[in-house]
């Protein structure tokens, strides 16, 4: 088995105060979510399902649900974040369906989801592969995958670009830049070994597209 078949996770524990304040920093690049959001929304089906995979606070989840009538449900491991995503839905009139469980054994049906959608995610799952098959297994024939996740290779200059652009209070911006050093930077993928996990879940290369940003990769999957 791989060494990055199985891995535990060492980043921080997403519950209780951390949980609420990862979700007012990351709720700054509100926008962002928008735009994947209106970015997206293009490619889906009238009552398209689609899974938010570790949705966190459920963000992109609810700006998704404000633009059509599709059938959105989120999955997370932190019962923090399910109950805080929960509220914020509530909170913008729209209905998701947030959920308590772990990406490696998800609580779904085979050929449930027509689009799957993962962001900064993907690097902190303790079976990354047994994920990858999950996603296809509950992935509809035809239906497709999006993972968007930081680079291992990202240059420290790029994050303080990156930092910079969201609008944080001094302390906030030293504290992020410090977690991506020395956390994010840890448990993230080089291209190579991400196409070694997709490879291994059964996607052919045919059916997977790579790009890059900034900061992070994108991983495109077509069942």
């Not at 109950?83 to 509530?90: F, N, Q, S, V, W």
């Not at 994920?131 to 303080?160: C, F, T, Y």
């Amino acid at each position: 088995m791989s060494t990055a078949a199985v891995k535990a996770y060492r980043g921080i524990g997403m519950e209780g105060f951390i949980a609420t304040w990862y979700s007012g920093i990351v709720g700054k690049s509100l926008e962002e979510y928008r735009v994947l959001a209106r970015s997206i929304a293009p490619r889906l089906e009238q009552r398209a399902s689609v899974l938010d995979l570790a949705p966190g606070p459920g963000y992109f989840a609810i700006e998704l649900a404000k633009l059509g009538p599709y059938r959105v449900t989120g999955l997370d491991i932190s019962r923090s974040f399910v109950g805080i995503a929960h509220d914020k839905a509530r909170e913008q009139g729209v209905e998701v369906d947030f959920r308590l469980g772990n990406a490696a054994a998800m609580p779904f049906e085979t050929d449930s989801f027509d689009f799957i959608f993962c962001r900064a995610a993907f690097k902190n799952f303790a079976q990354p592969q047994h994920a990858l098959r999950e996603i296809r297994r509950v992935l509809r024939p035809g239906g497709q995958a999006l993972i968007i996740d930081l680079r291992k290779d990202v240059s420290a200059g790029s994050i303080r670009q990156a930092v910079a652009q969201m609008g944080l209070s001094r302390i906030n911006a030293v504290l992020t830049r410090w977690i991506f050093r020395y956390v994010l930077i840890k448990r993230a993928y080089t291209r190579e070994e991400l196409l070694q996990l997709v490879a291994g879940a059964g996607f052919g290369s045919a059916n997977t597209d790579f790009s890059e940003s900034l900061t992070g990769l994108e991983i495109r999957l077509r069942k």
